[in-house]
């Protein structure tokens, strides 16, 4: 989930936020499949394409008689059709082109134009609409767990205390509800930060992190806003003196401000930055993503633990569906059909 532009699904399709700090899958902002012919691989078929490979030997699978709908590029993206049918034997009827993870997305999933849907696990319509994200346990989608990345200088003990505590506690769907209080209800990102330190028992005051000055900094998107609010106010309460930059823009702009200490803090997405520093990487899995990126960061940095909260790609149904089929992940949509 290399992300350049957010599209908030609840939102309207007005509401585009310019991103460039997370992944390149979503390069551009959404646009609706009717405004924007298919790629030649898919303008046969502008409502529907076909699925790129067969069902299951042996008879019809749940997906083959589902409809996924997403993007255009997802027909051919490595993690898209060809990683579902190659890692989870998946292979839905037919593939219907939509926007990038945008409001013609959730509606045409809400409304029931297709059954299944590309989207971002942190969208707040997936919370908004009570819909289900499938676990992907053989790593479809590259991990993009969000971990505080920090100057080594001002890592002492007691901030990676404050630090990892908060990361023991996010979640993915934890901060897709968190999104749709900033998003959706337009709710102030620093209450927001705070009223879930408190729920998690981790707004308490303390000297963890007294006598250290640390220079919080964020990305130019809502979702790292918020995340940089969290890490700033809980080491506040620990005694930090704590100055915030937010939105500073892409990472072009911020790994240079964390290289020559402008910012000593900010939270990062370990799928997203290992790209931007190793453009050969490889790994996908949460494990290998963050091996491999603790060995290309700058010499000044280090990352501390990483939370199973992600921001990434992942196929989403209704709650309608997971219960009608009883789906729970990727790979359940390769049963028998009953």
């Known amino acids: 989930m290399k992300r350049n532009v957010m599209i908030i699904g609840a939102a309207s399709a007005a509401l585009a936020l310019g991103i460039s700090a997370c992944s390149s899958k979503k390069a551009t902002p959404a646009t609706p499949a009717a405004s ?34 997403g993007p255009a590029e997802f027909q051919t993206r490595v993690d898209g059709i060809p990683g579902l049918a190659k890692n989870y034997g ?35 319509s997936i919370a908004a609409n009570n819909f289900v994200i499938l676990a992907d346990p053989k790593s479809d989608f590259a991990a993009q767990n969000v971990l505080p990345i ?95 930059t937010l939105n500073i823009g892409s990472r072009e702009k911020y790994v240079p401000a964390l290289k020559d200490g402008s910012i000593d803090l900010l939270p990062e997405y370990n799928g997203s930055i290992l790209q931007y520093l190793d453009k050969t990487a490889t790994a996908t899995s949460p494990d290998d993503v963050l091996a491999a990126l603790q060995k290309v960061l700058p010499p000044n940095l280090i990352v501390l633990d990483q939370s199973a909260a992600q921001d990434s790609d992942a196929i989403v149904v209704t709650q309608a569906t997971a219960t009608k089929y009883n789906l729970k992940s990727i790979g359940d949509l390769a049963a028998a059909a009953s």
């Open 90 to 124: 998946v292979t839905f009827s037919s593939y219907k082109v939509l926007d990038t993870g945008g409001p013609v997305t959730v509606a045409a999933l809400k409304n029931g134009q297709v059954d299944a849907a590309d989207l971002f696990t942190t969208d707040p």
């Open 36 to 69: 924007t012919p298919a790629p030649a691989a898919t303008t046969a078929a502008s409502a529907s394409a076909p699925a790129a490979s067969a069902p299951a030997a042996g008879g019809a699978t749940i997906a083959s008689k589902l409809i996924l709908g």
């Open 150 to 244: 920090i100057n080594k200088a001002k890592a002492t003990d007691g901030v990676k205390k404050i630090l990892n505590a908060i990361s023991a506690k996010l979640d993915t769907p934890g901060l897709g509800a968190l999104m749709v209080k900033v998003i959706t209800n337009k709710e102030d990102p620093d209450a927001v930060a705070k009223g879930w330190l408190t729920s998690e028992q981790l707004d308490t005051t303390g000297t963890d992190a007294a006598g250290v000055s640390i220079k919080v900094g964020s990305a130019n998107f809502p979702e790292n806003v918020l995340l940089a609010d969290i890490y700033a106010d809980a080491l506040k309460d620990q005694g930090a003196t704590i100055s915030t």
